[in-house]
């Protein structure tokens, strides 16, 4: 590792000299001692480090370029999330809490706490009306998300952003390359990386298989009218098996990603104040960040120019 | 039991009977032949015209069969020593039922078989109606017999496993008139098949309760598994004809997970096959025949309005037998489909959680 460490150093003591504007016996001397501060992890920290620097310098003197100033506030926070984009999730999230929680104990009947935990909600002949209710909740969030998507300007951008494009399926190879060790370099996600376009589907999928069975059993009388009974069975057969696979997902996939990972521990707070830092925005969607600040250069460079 | 005697012809004979003591329980009374006392008694009762008039104005029939008594587990033992209360003759009016606790009880001399039953048998639904007064409630010589009592495994006893039925069915004439015609009474009764189920073995013995009795096996929060003392088993099904395992199909129905969470709305096993007139599927009076199924599902207070398309599915659905058709698929799918997405995001996961350890949270923000 010393070897590496060497080479790494240097790298940053040059960029400590540019950047800070220091002389190069200050500058090899404070990277020493930044090494000594994080020995074990120094190398993927200075590559880290030294990316983000580099990207936030890329915008810089894109900006530079065209003679407008530096156009990020450093500690900026950039929307990732509408207000109503965070009522649908508040919504959504509220009402698959509730409809877990009434629901799984039917699927695990056998178990020990089945029973208590239906008793909460009124035993075995009420808690199926709290479960409606959440379900209730759970088809309000899909509907308004649709009308959002169709009728706002903001929902049809973001869901066109949302779509899986091919560029997807090779920054996921580079992604698993990146863990494996195969490469250094991070794919440069854009405003949806491969993961949040899963979990989105994800969604979708889960919606359709869990409002169309459910309604059916909702409301089986009615449909045992006009189909016969095994369509309901596999209505059930299917309620049953989606919301163990979405319950899994959520608690496993969704939980890690915005709770439990070291990176977002204990919580990702984006779901709340829809904002991310720009540190957050470098590194995870450098695309959208490029992009957004080219924006801004050339409005600035616009407005420069019409004054 | 008010009723006046008439006295036959027999008066003068049983009086001079009467003038003997009553002698106590002899131990050691010979087992074959009818002793001295009886045979007094019989001097009336064996006579098979000896009846008298009840104060309603029935006929009361007063024989009593020698044979029987001889055959009985009991036959060593004097009429008066069940019938302590016949002293004299002509008998006083009221005699009380005889009372077989006057041996059978815990830690008696006479090496009378005893147990919980007497006990069982005080709670339970006939015993409490017969504490409270109500004389059509059985007392244990109504089932066992009065003067022939055998053990339960003789085949002419009256509580033999394939006699309870006509037993019970002394009383409860409508139930047995079903149970005769169901699967289970017809392999019982008509084939003698000894595994089919008698009353006792769904309702208990002396312990029987109400059916809507908590602590009754056949209550809807009981039946099932009452049902799955045979039904539990593949191997006692497969022998039935029965493809799939009726019991546990139903605990993961809808129905079988509401049942057993306490719901009392719900169907279980007696509200579809009905009690007593069980019938296979392929029978056209089974209340599960296609033909009666919209009948069976749309009773009052379950769907109703039930029409043929109730009947058109399976029933007892295991998603994990090739014979549940389309459902077995579905359950394959979204198996392989849960596996393999659970599989490809932990595996995501973890290879996310080691990079990020590796690199370290805190030494990522250490130059901050």
Known sequence: MSEPNDALRDALAAELERTHRLSTEEAAERAARMEERVRPRFATWVRRELTIQRRKEKVAVAAEAHGAAAVAATGEEFVRLSLELRLQHALMALSVILLVVTGLPLKFHESGWAKPIIGLFGGPDFSPIVHRIAATGLIIAGMWHLVFIVATREGRRTFLQLIPMPQDARDAWQQIKYYLGRTGDRPKYDRFSYVEKFDYWAVYWGMVIMIGSGTMLWFTEFFLRHVPKWVTDIAKEAHSDEALLATLAIVIWHFYNVHLNPHKFPMNRTFITGKISEREMIEEHPLEYERIMEERRRKTADDGGES | ?368
């Open chain 2, 1 to 368: 039991m008010r009723c006046t005697a008439v006295v036959a012809a027999f008066l003068a004979a049983a009086a001079a009977a009467a003038q003997q003591p009553a002698a106590a329980p002899a131990a050691a009374a010979p087992a074959a032949g009818t002793s001295a006392i009886a045979r007094q008694c019989l001097i009336c009762h064996g006579r098979p015209e000896f009846k008298k008039v009840a104060s309603d104005g029935s006929v009361v029939p007063l024989f009593i069969d020698e044979g029987e008594l001889k055959r009985s587990v009991h036959a060593r033992w004097q009429c008066v020593d069940c019938h302590a209360d016949v002293t004299k003759i002509p008998h006083p009016e009221g005699l009380a039922p005889v009372n077989c606790q006057r041996c059978h009880f815990t830690t008696n001399p006479v090496g009378a078989p005893q147990d919980v039953n007497y006990d069982a048998y005080t709670r339970s639904v006939h015993g409490r109606l017969r504490l409270a007064g109500n004389t059509k409630a059985p007392l244990c010589q109504d089932c066992h017999g009065a003067h022939l009592v055998l053990k339960h495994g003789d085949p002419a006893s009256h509580v033999n496993k394939a006699r309870v039925p006509e037993t019970c069915g002394r009383c409860h004439v409508d139930i047995y008139a079903q149970y005769q015609r169901s699967v289970h009474g017809r392999a019982l009764l008509a084939k003698g098949n000894l595994e089919a189920p008698s009353c006792t073995d769904c309702h208990g013995e002396h312990s029987i309760m109400g059916a809507k009795e908590t602590g009754s096996g056949v209550s809807a929060g009981n039946i099932a598994e009452t049902c799955s003392h045979c039904h539990g088993s593949m191997a006692f099904n497969t022998r039935f004809n029965i493809p799939v395992n009726p019991v546990t199909t139903f605990k993961h129905s809808f129905h079988g997970i509401a049942n057993e969470l306490g719901s009392k709305k719900v169907a279980q096993c007696a509200s579809c096959h009905t009690s007593h007139s069980v019938l296979p599927p392929e029978d056209p009076a089974s209340s599960v025949n296609p033909a009666n199924i919209p009948a069976t599902c749309g009773k009052a207070g379950c769907h109703e309005g039930a029409n043929a398309n109730y009947a058109r599915g399976r029933f007892h659905i295991d998603p994990e037998s090739k014979s549940s058709g389309i459902i077995y698929w579905v359950a394959l799918f979204f198996k392989i489909l849960t596996v393999s997405t659970l599989v490809a995001l932990i595996i995501h996961i973890l290879m996310d959680l080691v990079k990020k350890l590796r690199m370290g949270h805190a030494g990522g923000h250490a130059g901050e």
